[in-house]
């Protein structure tokens, strides 16, 4: 049998209080007592308390009790309509919750589709702002006639700086 | 109690007539008189009806039921201290029929000791009547043995320290009450 200390004699008479001791309980607290003689007064006040309070009599319930609560729970029921009304309300309560989310979906797809509608213009813009900046540039440079440069040798042979006529040129080789 | 709250009046029955002694033994001696703990603990299980949809699995059903027990009683004590008139120091007689007694005498032992121990009863009763609230309560609790010291906690609404320190007052305040009769032995079976 083990030794028990202060703590552990506290806790037995806790649970004295609540129910009767096992026999291995009441061996160990015997035992404990019989090292603590103080203790002794103690525990048999306790002891006698709670024989007290066990053996109170227990209140007198009537024999129809539980048919006359019966009765008074038919006539009122209401926990049934409450709870068909909490059925209602948690299904509404989902439905609004899936519809709030396919709401979400929707409104996702739609601003994905508006970027991608956006920069497909942006694109086409920006070729075509390209394609004006080229025309520009090539109506201010016009390239020589494509006869001129077919005669390759000839246009080795020409000087770096600019011709002042290409036109002429051209005639004079012909 | 998850039947009861899809609706099964079966199982409703049987909680009832498992749990009504227990509770009728809080009320009983909270409230001086049988006739109105009677109709209190009707109250409880109504309620427990009505709430069914509320309660949680997760819950124990005793700590449950005693909550709303604890918290239909305190509601009754109250309403009476806002009107003394409905106070019950007289005995209540109601229709011309006497109020049954608050305690029992044995059937079967020999007058004498039949007469000490209604006595010493007596004494036990009123010791426990005139405790503070919450330690009557804690009291009470403790002698149902499926009520655990935490269960006990969360119907008080206290830490399980403070619950503990509750009913260790209690305890030495019957001691101290019951002292002359704890010495003289008469809480014995057989007489003095």
Not at chain 2, 60 to 70: A, D, E
Not at chain 2, 101 to 110: G, K, S
Not at chain 2, 111 to 120: F, K, Y
């Amino acid at each position: 049998m083990g030794y028990m200390n202060d703590s552990e004699y506290q806790e037995l008479i806790e649970e004295a209080a609540r129910r009767p001791l096992r026999a291995e309980e009441d061996g160990q607290l015997q035992a404990y007592l019989a090292e603590h003689p103080d203790k002794q007064p103690d525990w048999e006040a306790e002891a006698v308390l709670n024989r007290l309070l066990r053996h109170l009599p227990p209140a007198p319930v009537s024999s129809n009790f539980t048919a006359q609560v019966l009765s008074a729970a038919m006539r009122t029921k209401p926990h049934r309509r409450h709870h068909h009304h909490h059925r209602f309300r948690l299904i509404s309560l989902r439905w609004l919750w899936s519809f709030a989310r396919a709401w979400q979906g929707g409104v996702a797809v739609l601003v994905v589709g508006l970027a991608l509608l956006a920069y497909s213009q942006h694109r086409v813009q920006s070729r075509a702002q390209l394609a004006r900046s080229v025309a520009t540039i090539s109506a201010l440079t016009p390239l020589p006639a494509l006869e001129v440069l077919q005669e390759f040798d000839s246009i080795q042979s020409l000087p770096a700086t600019r011709l002042a006529d290409p036109d002429g040129l051209l005639a004079a080789l012909k | 109690m998850l039947r009861v709250k899809h609706g099964d009046t079966a199982a409703f029955e049987e909680l009832v007539d498992k749990y009504k002694q227990p509770v009728m033994n809080l009320l009983y001696r909270t409230l001086p008189d049988a006739t109105e703990a009677e109709d209190l603990a009707q109250s409880v299980f109504l309620q427990v009806y009505k709430s069914a949809h509320r309660y949680r699995a997760s819950a124990k059903f005793s700590t449950w039921l005693f909550t709303i027990t604890r918290n239909l009683c305190l509601n009754e004590m109250r309403r009476r201290r806002r009107h003394p008139a409905d106070s019950l120091d007289a005995p209540l007689v109601e229709h011309g029929e006497e109020a049954p007694p608050q305690v029992r005498e044995p059937a079967t032992p020999a007058p004498d000791v039949a007469l000490v121990q209604g006595e010493l009863r007596q004494k036990v009763e009123l010791a426990i009547s005139e405790l503070p609230e919450n330690q009557r309560l804690a009291i009470l609790l403790c002698r149902e043995e499926d009520v655990s010291y935490e269960s006990i906690a969360d119907v008080l609404g206290c830490s399980l320290s403070a619950t503990k320190s509750l009913i260790h007052r209690a305890r030495e305040t019957l001691k101290q009450k019951l002292k002359p009769y704890l010495h003289t032995g008469v809480w014995k079976d057989k007489p003095s």
